[in-house]
């Protein structure tokens, strides 16, 4: 299922009748014989058939009578939803260009190839690419740190590989409930020995698990990043081979923030494949391949031009905090960040990466932090040593290329905009470069008004829309906004290719038929090619794209054949030891380095901001730029407001399932004694939350797990969920200038007894 840490976990449907009456997990083997690590099913894989068969499922096209949002609804046919989409979307690319339709796809079955044919409708059309701003800081900065591998989305070590770990630090994830799939890697890890170190401002689930557990202040992760790399330097910890050979450490960076290569020396031609990086023997120049001991630190004037090897610049940055500082600005006490750092230095250590820190506007100094920080002490490039990110280093299995975007002769690419910049766009028809503001929406694969900050914007934003299309199986929040609703089939109701997180290529057979008048994904969308007049794009079946996938000379070396992917389902098409980057995966970076120092590096998205290079150059530490006890806010609005992950959701994929809600029924506010009893709140209480954005009302639970300050709830519900408001309406689209990305956690509120 989509977004799961398995990213699809497999599973074999029993079918009776025409209906799916039960589902197994299959037997699934690695080359060598032995069952797949890759084949767990968590209680949400489970609880699959209630969800396909619940009554919220969307049965035919739906057209908005009322008011957005008022839920009175008419039904129509499809021919008649297709020729209204179509036709208002060649009316508004005639009067205001291509870029007027923007689609926007979310991480709903996030590895589906069936999701990718929407690129094919978007290329002939030239419409907008709405890009989602979720993740992007710990994605980019793991791209910037090691590039994205091509056998591990995230660059860095295999899960497999988790299990070889000395040392494990669970920092900034909640894994035995988000990463309950995998979850078995790191207690097979713990039981071999490993130590298991978890750093999170609330008591988590894993963190019951651990042998250390640290709290500490929200957004100061990359303070105790520093902190750590601090004591290793201190005390001798560093690699100085490691840093040598497999970094940028030693490469000579001008003033200018660039590094010195031969060209500037007049002995080569710029951008040329001879002109290489310099680096200082301590006598002269030379190239960075023709030294063995490189210098690493100090400053020079060398042929005119005043140079700082990359690691000493990072020293420096490092040496702006004291220790002192960094325990009272993370609010740990020195001795607890002293044993950390003994911890991680005494062994092979593994960080297990989640998206907690980038939720927070300075999300970076902590991915920048924690990546140095292996950088210069060996920590990484061998097995079980390095780090690991939830959902971005599961094995990718080789071999499917989407052909969606092939042959598509004259198609000219349209524009895309970071989805934070949406409202101030479609509210001022321009933003930087960007002239042409979408006045139509195709939403799919994911549900935005639950999901991302800033709802009141979005409300008001999509208020401003000519026409809204949602295709999705359930009248999810967004549709419920929306002036056209597609129903689409379930998983089980059509055919796909999956293929990453296990390390095999997994062939989607359809179990069962589409009910009522619900179709594919696929068929949806070459109904609207075709309709738009691309008619010769869209003479595929579903069979001929899905086998032109895997139709190409990686799937061949990989032993992956349409053929074979119908007989045996599942095609392991990956290598067999687990992945490490710089030890059997290349480092894919542009220097062919591991690069903790950022030549050049530029925002996401540059819509005229303020910008500074040689800061984001390098790892530096700012405070958010709400979630922060220093700013002068937090005199109105003291507590922080966190959301949690939790086994029994996955976004909000998984709420229309009775099972879980069963379970899980309603949404609650955590806090700690503290905040609770100087507001006369017990358990039970009903609360409201609240700043100048909106505000949210639900129950109260106190709890001792809380940290003083932090409020939590769970991850995933929607607006019918709470008893009044949204807790999407606290949390605010502003985001850091070199990342384009949703900061629900940088938000800061009150919070007031109601009954």
């Not at 660039?258 to 290489?276: C, H, I, K, N, V």
């Not at 540059?606 to 958010?624: A, R």
Request: with cysteine; aromatic share 10%; hydrophobic share 40%.
């Amino acid at each position: 299922m989509g977004n799961c840490s398995g990213w699809g976990c497999p599973i074999n449907v029993t079918v009776r009748e025409g209906k799916a009456a039960n589902l197994t997990r299959p037997d699934m083997k690695l080359p060598d014989g032995s069952p797949s690590p890759y084949q767990r099913i968590c209680l949400k894989g489970y609880t699959n058939i209630e969800r396909m068969y619940a009554d919220t499922r969307l049965q035919y096209p739906l057209k908005r009578k009322g008011e957005r949002g008022a839920g009175e609804w008419e039904r129509i046919s499809w021919d008649e939803a297709i020729a209204e989409i179509t036709d208002t979307w060649k009316n508004l690319q005639g009067d205001f260009g291509p870029g007027a339709v923007g689609f926007l796809a979310g991480s709903g079955n996030v590895d589906s190839t069936v999701k990718t044919y929407a690129d094919r409708l978007i290329a002939c059309m030239g419409a907008t690419v709405l890009h989602n701003c979720y993740d992007n800081t710990g994605v980019y900065c793991q791209y910037n740190h090691g590039a994205l591998g091509a056998t591990t989305t995230g660059g860095h070590n295999e899960y497999r590989d988790i299990v070889n770990a000395e040392n494990i630090f669970v920092w900034g994830s909640n894994p035995s409930e988000s990463f309950i799939v995998d979850y078995h890697f790191i207690s097979e890890a713990c039981e071999a020995g490993a130590k298991l170190v978890v750093i999170d401002p609330i008591f988590t689930t894993t963190a019951a698990k651990a042998d250390l557990y640290v709290s500490i202040r929200p957004g100061t992760d990359g303070l105790l990043a520093a902190g750590i790399a601090q004591i290793a330097i201190r005390d001798g910890k560093i690699d100085v081979e490691h840093m040598r050979t497999k970094t940028v450490a030693p490469f000579l960076v001008k003033e200018d923030g660039f590094y010195l290569r031969l060209s500037d020396l007049g002995r080569a031609e710029a951008g040329s494949d001879q002109d290489r990086i310099m680096v200082y023997d301590g006598v002269q120049l030379a190239p960075f391949d023709e030294v063995e001991e490189p210098v690493l630190e100090g400053s020079f004037e060398l042929e005119g031009f005043k140079v700082r090897p990359a690691y000493q610049i990072l020293v420096d940055r490092f040496s702006a905090w004291t220790l002192d500082q960094i325990s009272q600005y993370t609010d740990i006490p020195l001795d607890v960040i002293e044993e950390v750092a003994s911890i991680y230095l005494s062994g092979r250590s593994m960080v297990l990466l989640g998206f907690g820190q980038d939720h927070y506007a300075n999300g970076q100094t902590f991915y920048d932090g924690v990546f140095a920080l292996a950088d210069i002490t060996g920590q990484e490039c061998k097995h079980g040593a390095g780090s690991t990110c939830v959902d971005l280093t599961g094995a990718v299995a080789q071999g499917v290329q989407s052909t969606a975007g092939m042959n598509l002769d004259g198609a000219v690419a349209g524009p895309t905009v970071y989805v934070n910049h949406l409202p101030q766009l479609v509210e001022e028809g321009s933003i930087g470069e960007f002239d042409t503001a979408p006045r139509s929406m195709y939403i799919y694969y994911c549900n935005p008004l639950a999901n991302m900050p800033d709802r009141q914007r979005w409300l008001s934003m999509l208020d401003k829309m000519d026409l809204v299309v949602v295709s999705d199986m359930v009248m999810s929040e967004t549709a419920e906004y929306a002036d056209i609703v597609l129903p689409v089939a379930f998983p089980f109701e059509k055919s796909d290719l999956t293929f990453r997180q296990t390390g095999f290529v997994k062939l989607i057979d359809q179990a069962v038929e589409t009910p009522f008048e619900v179709k594919s994904d696929f068929d949806v969308i070459t109904l609207l090619g075709r309709a738009m007049g691309f008619e010769q794009y869209f003479t595929q079946t579903l069979e001929d794209f899905l086998s032109s996938c895997v139709d190409n000379e990686v799937a061949q070396e990989a032993g992956v054949t349409w053929d074979k992917l119908q007989s045996e389902h599942a095609v392991w098409s990956h290598p067999e030891e687990p992945s490490v980057i710089g030890l059997n995966a290349p480092i894919l970076t542009a220097t062919g380095r591991l690069e903790f120092y950022h030549e050049g590096i530029k925002p996401m998205m540059d819509v005229g901001q303020e910008w500074d290079m040689l800061k984001e150059s390098c790892w530096f530490w700012e405070p958010p730029l709400e979630a922060w006890h220093e700013n002068p806010l937090f005199e109105r609005y003291p507590l922080t407001f966190i959301s949690e992950r939790c086994k029994y959701k996955t976004h909000t994929i998984f709420n229309n399932v009775p099972a879980l809600l069963e379970i899980d029924p309603e949404p609650f506010v955590k806090m700690s004694p503290s905040d609770a009893a100087s507001r006369d709140i017990n358990t039970g209480d009903i609360v409201r939350l609240y700043n100048d954005r909106g505000h949210v009302v639900l129950k109260a639970v106190v709890s001792n797990g809380c940290r003083k300050g932090v409020l939590v709830i769970d991850h995933g519900w929607e607006e019918r969920n709470f008893i009044e408001g949204h807790y999407g309406d606290l949390s605010s689209i502003a985001s850091w200038p070199r990342f384009e990305q949703d900061n629900w956690f940088d938000c800061l509120c009150e919070m007031e007894k109601v009954q």
